[in-house]
Structures are given as C-alpha cells and as structure tokens.
C-alpha cells in the first residue's frame, strides 16, 4: 500500500480565480493564498515603494537625532553620510517586508483588478419585451 502525496493543491480544481485580480488562472500558477504570478510581482514593486518612503522617513528620525543628540562634529563627516546611506538602505528592506507583509495579510482584491462579469442579463431583457 503506497500513501499518495496529499498537497493543498488537491483541494482545488484545475483551474482557480486569483483572489487579487480575479482573474482564472491554471492552478499550478497561485500559491496558497491564492495569489497569481503577477499579482505577487505587482505587490512587491508596490511594497518596494512603500519601502522606500519607509527608509526616507526611518532615515529623517535617525539624521534628527544624530543631528540634535549625538551632535556630530566635522571630523568624521563621512562616516555619518555612510551611516545614513546604510539607514536608508536597511530601512527600505524592512519597511518593504512590512508593506508587502500588510498587503498580504489584508488580502484584499488590487485596485487594478475588474470584478466578474455576470451572465449579460440585458439581452435577455431586450429579447422579453420583443415578445
Ligand atoms: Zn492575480
């Protein structure tokens, strides 16, 4: 007797509407939240955004206090610049995990994404009032 690979995959048919663009795709594309190819990629350059600002605002707290706290003398003027480049960098990879992490726990549909259409009822309509 062989035990068979049960994967979560075998609790969906072939083919699966991604809950983000609500398009139908082959199911071998969505991971398990559902998620398209393209959505992920959409979400990461927007969470890469996100993560750039997070760096920039991270950076401005940090130059505040290094400017008011630390009073930074004109000797190592370097060091601090490299500090900073550093902060930005660090966090923007960080700011970007939580906005990417956000958007997955939200799981919401992407504001690109068109809802289904319904079974066009208006030519129905049209073909009863003829009669
Ligand atoms: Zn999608």
Request: proline share 3%.
């Amino acid at each position: 007797m062989t035990r068979e690979h049960v994967s979560w995959r075998d609790r969906y048919p072939t083919e699966v509407t991604c809950v983000r663009c609500l398009e139908v795709h082959d199911q071998m594309e969505l991971d398990r939240m559902l998620w398209c190819d393209t959505c992920r990629r959409k979400a990461r350059a927007r969470a890469a955004w996100w993560g750039w600002l997070g760096g920039l605002l991270f950076t401005a707290g940090m130059g505040v206090y290094v400017w008011f706290t630390v009073r930074p003398t004109d000797l190592v003027v370097g060091g601090w610049m490299a500090t900073m480049i550093a902060a930005i960098w660090i966090g923007q990879k960080v700011a970007r995990e939580f906005a990417y992490g956000g958007m997955r726990f939200r799981n919401a549909r992407a504001v690109e994404a068109l809802p289904l259409k319904a079974p066009s009822s208006e030519a129905t309509t049209a073909e009863d009032d003829s009669l």
